[in-house]
Nanobody, 123 residues
Framework: QVQLVESGGGLVQAGGSLRLSCAAS????????MGWFRQAPGKEREFVAA????????PYADSVKGRFTISRDNAKNTVYLQMNSLKPEDTAVYYC????????????????WGQGTQVTVSS
């Protein structure tokens, strides 16, 4: 089993940067795909970015490509999401997730989820 805890959310002005962290625990961490998702009020949860076990695959949603960067430090059991050039439409609760299969990593079909951290981008 994997437990995930997000941190690093907060309030930032448009154009600013924020770095989210996801601390993972569990024996299967190194063997799973990690992803970041977000959910705004009244909206469905959407895919943001994912990273494979060795970092060889890092798909991004079109809305964040070029602005966000996902990374993974398996030695620290931590996944990061560096968010630059933030826009008000990035405002959402951000969740990290873990998956035990390489298939369909850009969907919401993940096995474990964190509690979420709020990101608010002001105008």
């Amino acid at each position: 089993q994997v437990q995930l805890v997000e941190s690093g959310g907060g309030l930032v002005q448009a154009g600013g940067s924020l770095r989210l962290s996801c601390a993972a625990s569990g024996r299967t961490f190194s063997s799973v795909v990690m992803g970041w998702f977000r959910q705004a009020p009244g909206k469905e949860r959407e895919f943001v970015a994912a990273i494979s076990r060795m970092g060889g695959s890092t798909p991004y949603a079109d809305s964040v490509k070029g602005r966000f960067t996902i990374s993974r430090d398996n030695a620290k059991n931590t996944v990061y999401l560096q968010m630059n050039s933030l826009k008000p439409e990035d405002t959402a609760v951000y969740y990290c997730a873990a998956k035990d299969s390489i298939l369909y990593i850009t969907t919401t079909h993940y096995d474990y989820w964190g509690q979420g951290t709020q990101v608010t981008v002001s105008s």
